[in-house]
């Protein structure tokens, strides 16, 4: 699996905008040349992620690009799926009914499983601890976003409904 093109670029763009104050309006020719953007392909970029409630845009002498909310509150899976759209490995984990052999592929549970995880793990990094990395990292002296890397656990096929529903019911773009 790999992120779109998009994708990182989206991400730089909402680290970019996170180092400022939410109040702060950012030109999005700044931000393209910051981040080493193209500058078109930022303002799509910036269009879906106006459309996913995650920066809103104002045009004019005033205007500018800046977050909806506080970078707190803005994940990586967010900025990850309003570009991408939903995160799964796999036909079967985005919908078990496409695949016939869900109940007895002895696969099926891993990729629930790592979908979750992954899922997890992005919807913990919050731009802000991202930004405190980037400043910290300018400095020299980073520790970047803090994730749990446990190996990962065998899952028993009587938990796969679970492992579903997580993947249904975990934070996504909004």
């Not at 702060?24 to 459309?51: M, N, V």
């Not at 979750?116 to 930004?131: I, P």
């Amino acid at each position: 699996m790999e992120i779109t093109q998009q994708a990182d670029y989206a991400i730089r763009a909402v680290l970019e905008l996170a180092l400022h104050t939410q109040d702060e309006r950012i030109f999005s020719s700044e931000i393209a040349r910051r981040q080493g953007i193209p500058a078109p392909f930022l303002t799509k970029i910036l269009a879906r992620l106006a459309a996913a409630g995650v920066v809103t845009t104002q045009r004019g002498v005033n205007g500018g690009i800046r977050l909806t909310r506080p970078a707190e509150q803005v994940t990586l899976l967010q900025v990850v799926e309003a570009i991408d759209g939903p995160i799964t490995l796999n036909r079967c984990v985005r919908d078990p009914r496409e695949c016939a052999r869900n109940t007895i592929c002895v696969v099926h549970p891993i990729w629930l499983k790592i979908c979750t995880d992954l899922r997890a793990q992005l919807h913990s990094c919050h731009f802000a601890q991202l930004a405190d990395d980037a400043r910290a990292s300018a400095s020299g002296t980073a520790v970047f976003c803090q994730i749990d890397l446990q190996p990962l656990e065998a899952i028993s096929a009587d938990r796969v409904g679970s492992v579903h529903a997580n993947i249904s019911e975990a934070p996504s773009g909004g």
